[in-house]
């Protein structure tokens, strides 16, 4: 990122690429959790998908997308965390938690942000002792 844009670099031509413009430049965006922004009003978060090959004689990496995505939730305040999880973390706003997901696409959790219905939940997240014991912190 810089002021003039977006850049990705494109494995194919071996070259920089613009992707677009800067969404961050000249904003109150803050990073609160990895890949998710907040400037107080509104959530803006990445997420992004793999596509590979589906033929028998081709499984390869065939493209990988990033996409920038706002939440599109009545926002109210600060966000508070609520504590860690195994590679994530849970988020309330309001009344209203929230799961924010630090493994990426490559680890089968398909999505970012995941709301969570309810606190029994939000609890067993951050206290699983199984995911601590046999995974790590």
Known sequence: MSEKGIFYFD???????????????????????????????????????????NSRTDKSLQSRTTYTYKLDEDIKGNWKKIGNTYKGSVWKNNNQLYYFDELGHNQLIQHTIYKINNDELAEKLINDKYCEENFGS
């Open 11 to 53: 494995s194919e031509e071996k070259i920089v690429k613009r992707a677009g413009d800067n969404i961050f430049l000249n904003t109150n965006f803050k990073e609160i959790a990895p890949l998710v922004f907040s400037d107080g009003l509104q959530i803006i978060y990445l997420d992004g998908i793999e596509r590979w090959g």
